[in-house]
């Protein structure tokens, strides 16, 4: 701790004020908390007094504060998303420097969102309008800016970290109530569902659900379960539904709670929670984090031992953020063979666009070439953080004989000096590694002669030769 603030001085005002106002305490309060007087409190949060390490570890032990969210080191989610917004050809010839776009993320983060925000909407409004779907206007009439309800949830999850303590909590209530083994509790939920619900689970002929694999019936008291479901999929549909019904009161508090901006997105972030509650049943927090931790955070082996699939494994492991039994802080992405994203998660940091898809120097996308298998790697992103990844492909949904590809691939990966706690990164060299280069978008990628650039990153002036065909296709001043 010594060394994090005898390098360089950390000036934390604006988180430690939010920090405050999030626990919903005055500054009096939490100068009693950290044994400092008020007048020096408010000048830390002024950015007048650096933060000395005696008052961070006081912040650890008062409020179970984890330190890396403080620390400076890291360039904030916040930032890493405004940097991709001032990466557009329309604020080129502003010139903000990095450090101006670090310093409103960190001093006005409720701005930066909004800012992100007006970005997204306005990228959605010029796709349509290039897609030729949005016709002119009629006088007077304005138009609506797109903010997408996947984009909002998405953003809503991220903002709590993708972990919910109330249903972590209900979920272990439930859980110990079912006294079921992991591998039993498809057959547990349904009993639980037909004694206390009236509820009867029933598989069906795919003909029968042609279009979906789960649909509940409200008035015959019903729940019907595709043929087409593998079991993980059937004990998850069963999870989910219990979810619903055991806690429909608890899911309500908290999607209006949240405040959604209508209907549809309300409606998509109740269902978000339910499964991230039916997660929970499968694999209840205590159980499934000592289990990470024991096997190395071998995902076939806890999979194996949970009876859930590799996707839900992955998954439920960006979610270990309880206080004093954090596992480790993971991202996730779900891509297509085209590399469409449909799937991003993070417990911590996340290296990759918000608005874009993966590199394609991440391996991730060779995962498709072996299909079934574990394959990792090393990457580093611009500003010389380095990650720990490793990626396997998942098929979709069972379905009849269609022609197309039908498998994914889930990426997960951590900072690098967690990767000594996975069973992946045994045998490899993890204090000097050799890293693969990668960067979050091309339009803000400074890498030089890299063969699968897209495009010139905004920051530089693209330098083409008539005489010399470079590497690369966009070569740039400086590169």
């Not at 960190?106 to 030729?132: F, I, K």
């Not at 990628?445 to 008539?466: F, G, K």
């Amino acid at each position: 701790m010594a060394s994090l603030t005898a390098d360089r001085k950390l000036f934390l005002g604006a988180r430690l004020k939010r920090l405050r106002r999030d626990l919903g305490l005055t500054q009096t309060r939490m100068a009693e908390d950290l044994g400092v007087s008020p007048s020096y409190l408010n000048l830390l949060e002024r950015n007048q007094r650096p933060v000395t390490a005696q008052v961070l570890l006081r912040l650890a032990e008062a409020y179970d504060v984890d330190l890396k969210t403080l620390s400076t080191d890291a360039e904030s989610a916040g930032a890493t998303d405004l940097g991709e917004v001032f990466s557009d050809q329309l604020f080129r010839d502003l010139g903000i420097a990095r450090h101006e776009i670090s310093e409103l993320a960190d001093l006005a983060p409720g701005v930066s969102e909004a800012v992100v925000r007006l970005y997204r909407a306005y990228l959605d409004q010029r796709r349509l309008t290039d897609l030729g779907a949005i016709g002119r206007p009629e006088e007077g009439a304005l138009v609506q800016p797109v903010v997408t309800p996947s984009d909002w949830v998405r953003d809503f999850i991220q903002g709590h970290k993708n972990h919910f303590s109330e249903l972590e909590e209900a979920a272990e209530r439930l859980s110990a109530e079912l006294e079921a083994e992991p591998h039993e509790f498809a057959v547990a939920g349904r009993a639980r569902l037909a004694q206390r619900w009236g509820v009867q689970v029933k598989v069906v002929p795919v003909e029968v659900l042609p279009e979906s694999v789960r649909r509940f019936d409200h008035h015959r008291k019903r729940l019907f379960l595709s043929e087409l479901l593998t079991a993980e999929g059937r004990a998850f549909s069963v999870a989910y539904q219990l979810a619903l019904t055991e806690h429909r009161d608890l899911l309500e508090l908290l999607t209006d709670r949240a405040g959604t901006p209508d209907r549809p997105t309300r409606n998509l972030l109740k269902v978000s929670l339910a499964n991230y509650l039916a997660a929970a049943l499968l694999m209840p927090y205590g159980a499934f984090q000592e289990a990470a931790e024991r096997t190395a955070y071998d995902v076939e082996l806890i999979r194996t031992r949970f009876g859930v699939s590799f996707e839900q494994a992955c998954h439920r492991l960006t979610t270990l953020n309880r206080p004093g039994a954090r596992g480790v802080p993971f991202f996730m992405v779900r891509t297509d063979s085209a590399g469409n994203i449909s799937k991003r998660f993070a417990g911590s940091s996340f290296p990759f666009s918000r608005f874009g898809g993966a590199c394609p120097r991440w391996n991730i996308h060779s995962s498709f070439r072996t299909p079934g298998r574990i394959i990792t790697q090393i990457i580093e992103t611009p500003d010389g953080a380095r990650y720990f990844t490793f990626s396997r492909t998942v098929a979709r949904i069972a379905a009849p004989y269609v022609s197309e590809d039908s498998d994914l691939a889930i990426g997960m990966g951590c900072e690098l000096k967690y990767a000594e706690r996975l069973i992946y990164a045994r045998g490899l060299e993890l204090r000097d590694p050799t890293a693969t280069g990668i960067g979050p978008a091309c339009r803000i990628c400074e890498r030089p002669a890299c063969p699968q650039r897209a495009a010139e990153p905004i920051s530089r002036t693209l330098m083409v030769d008539d005489f010399t065909k470079a590497i690369t296709p966009y070569p740039f001043a400086g590169g």
